[in-house]
């Protein structure tokens, strides 16, 4: 049952959830289980507003890090994120966006400029090394043009945010050295997940 946790803890980090929409539908997502994130119950009855997210965040000076994450894609609401990271800035914690790199895509503009000086890693699921691969495993929406959409991104992201990093989950036909491969091409770092604990972007 849902209970509207928009805020939670793990380790030195505090974890923002603002919406369950995504534009993938990926086979290894824990939104398609029916456990949590551990002790969180991260389903939405009501999305937040910025008022409500800066309430179940409190005082984020304790924490190192403050990520958009969640069960969903929190680049679906990236004008809340713009005046959340805004706010959240403004106390000194870092920012960090967990995404599945299609807000360009969705929102048909530049998203990665406008998270220029708010945003100071950006963790982009790559999670296949083409279209086709891409679009069977994460099921996107815009089908096979997610994929060069989510390399655009993030080339775009190498202009305006400090550290990017691309992911990938190890997962049976997931080519993991082309996808380093392209990680290099953009001069950013790849980072390989496990499945377990996989559970958003
Ligand atoms: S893993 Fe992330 S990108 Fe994939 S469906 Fe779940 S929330 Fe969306």
Known sequence: ??????????????????T??????????????????????????????LEELLEAAGDVRRYREVVFCGYGEP????????????????????VRVNTNGQAGLYHGRNIAAELAGLVDTISISLNASDAAHYAALCRPGQGEEAFPAILEFAAQCTKYIPTVILTVVRWPGVDIARCRQIARDLGVYLRVREPAGTFTS
């Open 1 to 18: 049952m849902a209970s509207n946790v928009y805020a939670y803890r793990i380790g030195a980090a505090l974890y923002l959830n603002i």
């Open 20 to 49: 369950n929409r995504c534009t993938n539908d990926c086979v290894f997502c824990v939104r398609r289980t029916e456990e949590g994130v551990g002790y969180y119950d991260l389903w939405l009855e009501k999305e937040p507003s």
């Open 75 to 94: 680049l679906i609401r990236v004008d809340l994120v713009v005046e959340a990271a805004r706010a959240l800035k403004a106390q000194g914690v870092s």
